[in-house]
């Protein structure tokens, strides 16, 4: 089965650009032109990636993203004009997996909408079930982070961002390493995607998040997260 991928765009020649290229890249595509359609489109075509313009007529992007976050993982990828606010779009009041500002290359748009679909359900951490280290508690099977017993709400890509890190410790990784691993972009992605994330987590995780315990930042090369 080809993995479907739900436009939602009211731009029409972008949505014609778009609806080209995904079908001749094996995909199968869903149209959504407003936010009402696209809430009606998730239930009815259940696609495997949602990407999703922001500036919507009716119910716009980020009221389209929350309703689908309360029902799904599925990861979505939201199409954003320059100003608009990353920390908003990819933290937990939306928990988008990502962003693309426009314009963009469609190239580069296909990249990214691949990797996600390529990565799902590849996640494993060599068997272990649950990671400890000082105050902090990953359950890998229930998907759930405590911090001294008390749940960290952490959105998806957060959720992996730190099983991630946490799976390695002590092993320094670059931000394009991250993406690659994390997000399973190869050449392309926005190393901000990363630094935002990383900060989210800081503040959800981490006692005093200006001065990190647990995910550190190794100057110069990247991240890692903290052994022993
Ligand atoms: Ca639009």
Redesign the pocket.
């Known amino acids: 089965m080809n993995k479907k991928i739900l436009v939602v ?3 029409k020649t ?1 949505v014609r650009a778009l609806k080209f290229n995904l079908e001749k890249e094996g995909f199968q595509v869903g149209v959504a032109y407003d936010g009402q359609e696209a809430l009606e489109a998730m239930e009815k075509e259940e696609p495997d990636l949602v990407l999703l ?5 009716e119910v716009d ?1 980020y009221e389209v993203c929350r309703s689908i976050r309360r029902e799904s993982e599925v990861p979505i990828i939201m ?1 954003t004009a320059r100003d608009e606010d990353i920390d908003k779009i990819l933290g937990l009041e939306l928990g988008a997996d990502d962003y693309i500002t426009k314009p963009f290359n469609i190239r580069e748009l296909v990249a990214r909408i691949k990797a996600p679909l390529r990565r799902a359900g590849a996640q494993s951490y060599a068997g272990k079930k649950v990671i400890k280290r000082g105050p902090l508690q990953i359950d890998l099977i229930k998907h759930k982070v405590t911090i001294e017993g008390r749940e960290a709400p952490l959105t998806s890509k957060e959720y992996t961002l730190l099983s991630f890190l946490a799976s390695n410790p002590g092993r320094v990784y670059s931000r394009e390493q991250l993406l690659e691993q994390v997000w399973g972009y190869e050449y392309c992605g926005d190393a901000r995607t990363v630094d935002v994330h990383i900060r989210h987590l800081r503040e959800k995780i981490e006692k005093r998040p200006a001065e990190p315990e647990l995910i550190l930042t190794v100057w110069g090369t990247g991240y890692k997260f903290r052994e022993g």
Request: aromatic share 0%; net charge negative; hydrophobic share 45%.
């Open positions: 765009e009211d731009e972008l313009d922001l500036m919507l007529p992007g199409l």
